[in-house]
């Protein structure tokens, strides 16, 4: 039913953050009843802070937030953005570093409505907020406004 979505997203991908998804390979994708995830593995593995600026500098994604599960390791580091959408874009972005603290996956989920958008990132937020300790992080009202 979203094959069609699923497709031009993958296609496009590159165009959309071409600094996180021009030299990738695609791996596993997991379609759900409102979204699907879409795993991507990187050819180089990338910093964080240069996924987080590739993300930035593109005008139609926000960033939800930068996100460390330890401040004693650089493992688990976690930076995620959302597309503008306004944009008709619908989509996220997780990229997590590994045991080396860098990131050899990024994860794009993909919705196919707006209200599962919102809900999604709203529940990620505060799921991240239990633990670790942010470096930046949208708060859930600026994130709800941003969808009304």
Request: hydrophobic residues 45%; contains cysteine; glycine residues 4%.
């Amino acid at each position: 039913m979203f094959d069609k979505q699923i497709e031009d997203f993958i296609e496009l991908s590159a165009d959309l953050i071409p600094g996180v998804f021009e030299k990738t390979s695609l791996g596993k994708c997991e379609v759900h009843d409102y979204y699907a995830v879409i795993e991507f593995k990187l050819d180089e593995k990338l910093a964080s802070e240069d996924i987080l600026d590739m993300l930035e500098d593109n005008m139609e994604m926000t960033i939800l937030y930068a996100h460390h599960a330890s401040r004693s390791t650089d493992a688990g580091v976690t930076v995620c953005a959302f597309s503008d959408h306004s944009f008709n874009d619908n989509f996220a972005i997780h990229a997590t570093t590994g045991v080396d603290g860098l990131v050899q996956t990024v994860m794009a989920t993909l919705f196919f409505s707006v209200d599962v958008m919102m809900e999604h990132l709203r529940d990620d937020l505060v799921q991240h907020s239990q633990t670790g300790s942010f470096d930046y992080a949208m708060d859930e009202a600026e994130l709800m406004a941003i969808f009304c």
